[in-house]
């Protein structure tokens, strides 16, 4: 096998670096080299004593993601007092009930302006939902999330929700925890990947803290965050969700958020019902997903500074909350009400339509939100609509509109997220009802089909894809991973001494001879020891003198791996430490070698 130069060698290693995903080893330059040595060994566990580590910092997340998760739920309690009702209170308060009559359209305004001003001065990374800036900093900048946005994002949330936004507080409360996570990640030294499970344990921690969900917000995580299902990242994830909902029992009852009456076991007939409610509620999360951004574009055009959208925003949403007061605020209550069908036909169309205009036309001004509450709000009522009218039209289909409103509600979400896993045992988990969770199953399928077969993007990945970045959609095996050096390595390998000279090895060089032409030799001593390695175009710089022993072109120790050495950490030392290829050598004799492994190789390899 010829290889060419050191330059190819290293192109062919950038391209299998991103055709899979970064293990993220603690090798790096400043290593002696018996730590970067053994780096490379093969791990006899799946875990070791940094997963433990790297566990106990996730619990520490968590716990102050929960008390950041219960503080913001207190300020936005606060906020929503102060602004409809002008008392100061921490207490549970909904905007619906508020008396201020046509005034009510300029409070929204006020905090939409207050949060403008933040984002202007403070950090324009509180805009939005928070849950795609998250999936950016993990994708391109190494799971760092600025501090200040640890306080700013909680902070403008609550102007936002308490002002009458018709936002869900989980978002903010994910980016939240994901911020402290990352914060944590980088006072303490850790890997890129250390920091991202970091991230993802405080995301799942804030989710868990509000809804008391710690599965589906463990879900969630791998599902949006993780990009990965490995012991490694899911065991301080799943460790953080538990501690979250410890500390949320210390502050608040144990009761489902959503409380149902028993649910039937549903027929054959009222199973494919539930299933067509999810496609159909699907094909309404395309469009809810395309409206939202065509609203923001929209918004772009403005002859004003993005500063002033949330405030235009924000004035549509006081209007609309003038003609319906319940399209205010997080609006916990009306899924509730929703899932029990308590409200007519045409409060239910009327409401779930006006909540979908207000909330679009905020989340597309650009302020800061979540989308959680409203995909529920409006899934759960289409969902409610569609098993009424099957019910009316078919009596004996058993089919229950509150079991409909339940797969309405996370058919939304799994339609516009394709969190499809984490929306099913979601509703599971704020109701506790397991004759649920097969219309749940089916439903959610049902609308994760949909959206992969008609939308390339969803809500929660469409901006960042604007930006040139691209989203992990499926997750397979690493075949770096798994596969060993031995397998791949070249052993037929000619070896140049290192007492031989510069002049002697290029007339070699240029003579054309069998394996002259290769881009790079392993320097062996007397005593056949591996010394080095030296490319062909180090021999022939034209600055080195003729009569020059290659002992003396050797200024980078050997790097070598052995046989059963993976070749994703064979990937991670090239392209950390910048070397084109790798001595592999025999691991009880360490000096014996046993080929070379080059970034050609590696390509090769991924593409078989």
């Known amino acids: 096998m010829t290889r060419r130069d050191t330059d190819s060698d290293a192109a062919a290693l950038r391209q299998v670096e991103l055709a899979s995903t970064t293990e993220g080893l603690p090798v790096s330059p400043s290593m002696g080299p018996a730590l970067q040595t053994a780096s490379v060994r093969a791990r006899a566990t799946l875990v070791d004593r940094r997963v433990a580590f790297i566990a106990l910092l996730a619990v520490m997340v968590a716990v102050l993601g929960a008390f950041a998760a219960e503080i913001l739920v207190r300020l936005i309690h606060l906020v929503t007092d102060i602004a409809f009702y002008g008392r100061f209170s921490l207490q549970l308060s909904s905007p619906a009930d508020n008396h201020l009559g046509a005034w009510v359209i300029g409070v929204p305004v006020i905090g939409a302006v207050l949060v403008g001003l933040m984002a202007r001065y403070g950090s324009e990374g509180i805009r939005g939902h928070g849950i795609p800036e998250a999936m950016e900093r993990v994708l391109m900048h190494q799971s760092r999330i600025p501090p200040r946005l640890t ?15 018709p936002f869900g507080a989980e978002g903010p409360i994910i980016a939240t925890g994901g911020a402290m996570g990352s914060l944590i990640g980088q006072l303490v030294t850790v890997t890129a990947t250390e920091r991202k499970t970091l ?9 868990t803290a509000t809804f008391g969900t710690p599965v589906s917000a463990v879900l969630l995580a791998i ?10 990242s899911l ?8 501690t979250a909902t410890a500390m949320r029992f210390a502050f608040r009852d144990t009761y489902p958020m959503f409380q149902l009456p028993p649910i039937a076991q ?12 999810g496609v159909l509620v699907g094909c309404a999360s395309i469009g809810v997903t395309r409206s939202v ?14 500063m002033w959208w949330p405030a235009v925003g924000a004035l549509a949403v006081g209007i609309i909350g003038y003609i319906c007061p319940r399209t205010l605020g997080v609006g916990y209550e009306n899924i509730s009400a929703l899932l029990g069908n308590n409200w007519t036909v045409a409060f239910v169309l009327a409401m779930g339509c006006l909540k979908f205009l207000s909330w679009s036309i905020a989340l597309g001004s650009g302020t800061s939100g979540g989308t959680l509450a409203p995909l529920f709000t409006i899934g759960s009522a289409l969902g409610l609509l569609i098993g009424r009218g099957a019910a009316d039209i078919l009596p004996q289909c058993g089919v229950d509109p509150r079991v409909a409103a339940l797969v309405g509600m996370a058919a939304m979400f799994a339609g516009a997220s394709r969190a499809v896993l984490a929306s099913v045992v979601f509703a599971f988990e704020t109701t506790l009802q397991p004759m649920g969770l097969l219309p ?6 049902g609308a994760f089909f949909v959206s992969c077969l008609l939308m390339p993007h969803t809500i929660m990945t469409e901006k960042i894809a604007r930006r040139g970045v691209r989203v992990p959609e499926e997750y397979t095996p690493d075949f770096l991973q798994h596969a ?14 290192d007492s031989q000279t510069v002049a002697d090895v290029r007339l070699w060089m240029s003579s054309g001879l069998n394996g002259s032409q290769f881009g790079g030799y392993p320097i062996v001593d007397g005593d056949g020891t591996v010394v080095g390695m030296l490319a062909h175009r180090e021999i022939f710089d034209p600055a080195i003198s003729a009569t020059t022993p290659l002992r003396q072109l050797l200024h980078r120790p050997v790097r070598f791996v052995y046989p059963d050495t993976t070749l994703r950490e064979a990937m991670q030392i090239m392209t950390e430490q910048d070397y084109a290829r790798l001595a592999v050598v025999e691991r009880r004799h360490r000096g014996k070698l046993v080929g070379i492994v080059t970034g050609t190789d590696l390509l090769r390899a991924q593409t078989r």
Request: proline residues 6%; glycine residues 10%.
């Open 151 to 165: 306080f700013l994002k909680p902070i403008s949330a609550a102007l936002s929700i308490g002002t009458g936004g």
């Open 199 to 207: 991230l993802a344990a405080g995301a799942a921690a804030g989710m």
């Open 484 to 497: 060993r050096v031995g397998a791949i390595a070249t052993r037929d390998v000619v070896t140049l001494k």
């Open 293 to 306: 951004y065509l609203v923001e574009d929209l918004f772009a055009k403005l002859p004003l500074h993005w």
């Open 235 to 242: 065991i301080p994830v799943a460790l953080a969700s538990v």
């Open 266 to 277: 549903p027929g054959l007939l009222a199973m494919m019902i539930y299933v067509l409610v």
């Open 223 to 232: 599902e949006l965050l993780l990009f990965e299902f490995r012991p490694r």
């Open 440 to 445: 749940l199953l089916g439903g959610c399928a």
